[in-house]
């Protein structure tokens, strides 16, 4: 084995005075070697690099292997039986780790964090391992007991950690036949730290090695120069490289590299910063874009604009971490047809990872019903043969809407004791759920027979094949979240993808992060995302930088022979054998800054710099932009960054870009495009609502029948009851407060079967209040016994929460029954949850008709039957709320506005609909006299309105059939609510301004307005 160290300056350097020799006298017999010719670099930009110049000065490439650190471990480990785990199983193993620590200890917050979240932990063992610590040595014992049972577990799964691998293969190189021929590794530094053991041994595995190392500098000099003097230890003394030909900077980008040096060490003196204000450097252009999009877009024209340039040679668009800017910076080249190399990418969906899939996921870690309807939409299997999915639904919603408990097992019972849903219950005992707690086979053999029943043999030939050889050593039991985490991130794991034009690797237009552009020639460079947030943050450790860096001062080696000559020299520092440097937060830090102090001196043409006005996280402030930012426009404008030069510079940024876009004409469909631009406009123009506004085009072909309730709604949120209606849309409503609907229901039957009649009339007689309360009270009790029931047949006990919410249901029922106390002597019958006719035909005018259907909480009744409908000819309608909703208060409104001037105020601000139309519908079954009440929980009983008061709004109630017979309904109202619950839109509806909608509204509907002044 012979190596031969080299040290550069620059990639230039390295280029003309290594690494071109060394592929003259190694590419023309590389593929007569019996042992590969091989290339180690840390990126494959970097390898993209190497094979563009070689081609472009036509030097073969044939029999030369260009590896990645993973590809390296692989050649050297090959053939050597250890068994190197996925990443998947490690984050499982130590779950279960600290799962069983958490056994022991439910106190220990530390075992939680690990168990809920392994892969933190995870990384910080890898770094520790990597760097020769032993756990023993770190403070925290409950960190120290999970280590180290993780490690037991794992060894006895026969896995070989990775650090242990490369250790391995560095003790066995010399032992072992050459595995290379001619070895050349270059482009790594004192970031790499954790790649130590893995280069060693590649180094000492062929008979001739070549490698090339930076030549530190001070942003991190001490971790390169301990990188450089390991090296030397280990393979002897860096011969230094010349510094390579000097190339021609185009512009002045010598007085940026001149400014950029001096900034922050020495003084400018006033007149030169004045005269560096007067004649800016031209070579570096500031763009700012407003959002993310507009930025983008900026970028795309820049690199448009460098590509025209004569001196383009290579150029890097560098961002601080994959998210929206690289994605649309890559679309938007692909749409330009930019020939680019997306060394970032994106993300595509595993082939297992369908809609299906991740609804059984969530189905399993929450068996609630809205995971099991989400799963019934998405798998093709016939759960339910014989009923409808709607079907199922509506039936499993009442069947919840009457216990208010989600559990599944728990509703599949209640099915169970039903008639009308057997045939449910019998489709959710084929719905089978995973252990709660299990051993890793027993989760196997029961995942093996649910993917049998939905046909997933795919899925489960995948699991099978990673879960050989090992599963069945953990004998351990633990909790079914890790199991479904792994089977999530083993099946669900992503793959890199790129658009058409965005896989060229020998293009000029290069995407990558800031952290792999070092090490490489650039002609341009593209800053892009210099914002403060879009940068992320460095992980938090969980040992401390002072121990870090204790350690790592244990484990340096000094050097100092001044006595006698050394290969080294005076002052040297390498790492102890069997140790690498490991890297804290404080180190990290210094290689950013030394990445970025690279980046910018290296560009020779020119260099571009990008950042958004406006924060993502808060569209409305202005985001701050990073050091890098403010210090390249100090050094090329000669002033510092505030916000007016934030927006100055966007504004000048949209005058350049002006009409420019990077989409293809030909891509562009201007049809589609035009019409979402009219119906954008459409709906801001002050006119009635149109078609794009929640409206049909023309009248409805069936007739249109709605719920009371909805008719009140739609006075409200008139966009969600026309979706509901006419789209049977119905949003999942799973931020409104399910207990209020609990309640209300409830409270209504219990007082129902309180007083219903036997023979089924609909009107009883009103009995003493107390025989009614002591039905109630049975009732709900009853009610109770059935839900315990349920809950024990599931071997569940019945939650806290729930018998509390029973309790106070039974409170809010006793106290509406209590307000019955005194009328049976004036009113003699009573009809709790009088059904109305379905649909029931409203006479508004000659020949218009509401068309609704309801059910009234309450209707007390006195006089003498006759031959009405209805029976009784004086009515008492009384609804009655279990939430917090008020009764009229009628002191607020003008004490000289008549009962119906009253009434009106209340109908256009969207109350007392509901008793309206329950007033109308009651006179046109028969009843003459009819009152009306709005009965809150604290609330006197006693008549509010009457039904003289409902009659007398003709024009409200005639807006309303138009609203019927057109289906117009508009928009009303705010679409998102700062404050308490607030109906979600399923559609993808941009905001209007409140006071455009409100004006829009009375021109649609005059008499459904109310003036602003009344509205006080």
């Known amino acids: 084995m012979r190596a031969s160290l080299y040290m550069a300056s620059s990639f230039e350097a390295a280029w003309q005075h290594v690494l071109l020799p060394w592929f003259e006298t190694a590419a023309p017999r590389a593929f007569e070697q019996r042992a590969p010719v091989a290339v180690v670099t840390p990126f494959r930009s970097q390898a993209y690099l190497l094979r563009s110049k070689l ?31 996925l990443r998947e199983h490690l984050r499982l193993l130590l779950a279960i780790a600290a799962e069983q620590l958490v056994g022991e200890d439910p106190e220990s917050l530390v075992a939680k ?56 293969a560095a003790t066995s190189a010399e032992q072992l036949r050459p595995r290379f021929a001619h070895l ?9 730290w954790p790649l130590w053991p893995l ?18 500098r001070d942003e991190a000099r001490d971790l390169d120069e301990t990188w450089v003097g390991t090296w030397e230890e280990a393979f002897g003394a860096v011969e230094p490289i010349g510094e390579a030909e000097a190339k021609s900077l185009s512009g002045n980008l010598t007085a940026l590299n001149s400014q950029l040096s001096r900034t922050g060490s ?44 004569d001196n383009c040679e290579r150029i890097g668009i560098l961002f601080p971490q994959k998210g929206a800017l690289p994605r649309l910076v890559a679309r938007f080249l692909d749409s330009a047809q930019i020939a680019h190399n997306d060394g970032i990418a994106h993300s595509s969906p595993s082939v297992f990872d369908d809609e299906a899939w991740r609804a059984w996921l969530e189905l399993q870690q929450n068996p609630r019903l809205k995971f099991l309807f989400r799963f019934l939409r998405a798998v093709d299997a016939k759960i339910f043969e014989k009923v409808s999915i709607f079907e199922v639904e509506e039936k499993l919603r009442r069947a919840y809407a009457d216990v208010l408990i989600d559990n599944i097992d728990i509703l599949r019972e209640a099915c169970a004791r039903s008639e ?76 890199l993808g790129r658009d058409e034009y965005g896989a060229h690797p020998y293009s000029r237009v290069h995407l990558l992060p800031y952290s792999e552009a070092e090490g490489q020639s650039w002609s341009h460079l593209i800053f892009a995302g210099l914002n403060e947030e879009a940068w992320p943050a460095l992980d938090e450790e969980f040992i401390g930088d002072q121990e870090i860096d204790q350690f790592n001062q244990r484990n340096k080696i000094l050097n100092r022979r001044a006595i006698k000559r050394s290969r080294h020299g005076e002052g040297q520092w390498s790492i102890a054998e069997g140790k690498t440097f490991l890297l804290g937060s404080a180190e990290r830090r210094q290689i950013r800054r030394r990445q970025l102090r690279n980046l910018m001196e290296w560009p020779t043409a020119g260099i571009g710099v990008t950042a958004n006005l406006y924060s993502e996280s808060a569209p409305s402030r202005i985001a701050n932009p990073t050091e890098l930012f403010s210090r390249l426009h100090f050094a090329a404008r000669g002033r510092g960054v505030s916000q007016r030069t934030l927006q100055a510079l ?42 794009y506004e929640f409206a049909l085009r023309t009248p409805p072909e069936r007739p249109v029948t709605l719920r009371v309730t909805d008719w009140e709604a739609a006075l409200k949120r008139p966009a969600i009851v026309w979706m509901k209606v006419f789209l049977g849309v119905d949003p999942a409503d799973e931020n409104s407060d399910a207990w209020a609907t609990a309640t209300g229901q409830w409270v209504h039957r219990w007082l129902a079967d309180s007083v219903r009649s036997a023979n089924g009339d609909a009107f009883v007689e009103l009995h003493e209040v107390d025989e009614i309360r002591g039905r109630l009270v049975e009732n709900a009790r009853q009610f109770q016994n059935q839900v315990r029931a349920l809950c024990t047949a599931c071997a569940q006990s019945l939650p806290d929460w729930w018998t509390s919410g ?85 002191h607020e409104l003008r004490q000289r506005e008549t009962p119906q001037e009253k009434f009106r105020k209340l109908l256009g601000k969207g109350r007392g609909v509901q008793l309206g139309l329950y007033a109308l519908a009651a006179h046109a079954l028969g009843a003459s006299d009819v009152q009306l009440s709005l009965l809150g929980l604290a609330d006197e009983l006693k008549p509010q309105f009457d039904v003289d008061d409902a009659l007398a709004q003709k024009n409200f109630w005639r807006e309303l059939h138009r609203m019927q017979e057109t289906g117009g309904f508009g928009m009303f109202g705010p679409i998102h609510s700062d404050y308490g619950f607030a109906h979600a839109y399923p559609l993808a509806t941009l905001g209007i301004d409140k006071d455009l909608l409100q004006e829009k509204w009375a021109i649609t509907y005059p008499a459904l307005a109310i003036a602003a002044e009344e509205n006080l």
């Open 806 to 890: 029973w309790s106070n249901a039974l409170y809010v029922a006793n106290c509406l029954a209590a307000k019955l106390s005194g009328l049976e002597g004036d009113w003699t019958h009573m009809a709790p949850e009088f059904a109305l006719e379905s649909p029931m035909n409203i006479s508004v005018s000659a020949n218009e008709s509401l068309r609704v259907s309801g059910r009234i909480d309450l209707i007390l009744a006195r006089g003498e039957r006759n031959q009405s409908r209805i029976g009784f000819p004086e009515l008492w309608i009384i609804d009655y709320k279990t939430g917090r909703q008020r009764a009229f208060s009628l």
């Open 113 to 168: 964090s690990v168990a809920r979240d392994p892969d933190h932990f995870l990384r910080v063992i890898d770094q520790l391992h990597a760097a020769g610590w032993d756990f023993d040595e770190i403070a925290e014992p409950a960190l120290r007991e999970i280590a180290g049972r993780f490690a037991k577990i794992a060894r006895d799964c026969g896995f070989t950690f990775v650090h242990e691998a490369d250790r391995l």
């Open 184 to 192: 050349l590794v270059v482009g790594f530094n004192g970031a790499d």
């Open 55 to 85: 081609l472009a000065r036509g030097i073969s490439l044939l029999g030369i292997k260009f590896l990645s650190a993973a590809q390296l471990r692989e050649r050297l480990l090959r053939g050597c039986g250890l068994d190197i785990p």
């Open 266 to 309: 020495l003084l400018e003196t006033e007149l030169e910063r004045i005269a560096r204000a007067q004649d800016p450097i031209d070579s570096v252009y500031f763009l700012v874009g407003r959002d993310a999009t507009e930025q983008a877009r900026a970028i795309v024209a820049l690199t448009a604009k460098f590509l025209c340039e």
């Open 420 to 495: 009308d849903k057997a045939a449910i219950a019998s489709g959710l005992e084929k719905v089978q759920f995973l252990p709660a707690m299990a051993t890793c086979s027993e989760f196997l053999e029961q995942t093996k027979k649910i993917f049998a029943q939905f046909g997933w043999k795919q899925h489960w030939s995948e699991v099978e094949r990673l879960s050989r050889g090992w599963a069945e050593r953990v004998p351990k039991r633990f909790s079914k979240a890790g199991y479904l985490r792994w089977l999530r991130e083993i099946l669900g794991a992503s793959s």
């Open 199 to 216: 280069l060693h041994a590649a180094v000492k595995s062929p008979a001739q090695a070549t490698v090339v190392l930076n030549d530190p």
């Open 650 to 691: 966007e504004e000048q940024t949209r005058a350049w870009l002006n009409d420019w876009s990077p989409f293809d004409a030909q891509k562009t469909d201007s049809i589609s495009v035009g019409r979402t631009r009219y119906a954008y406009d459409i709906r801001r123009q002050l006119r009635a609502f149109g078609e």
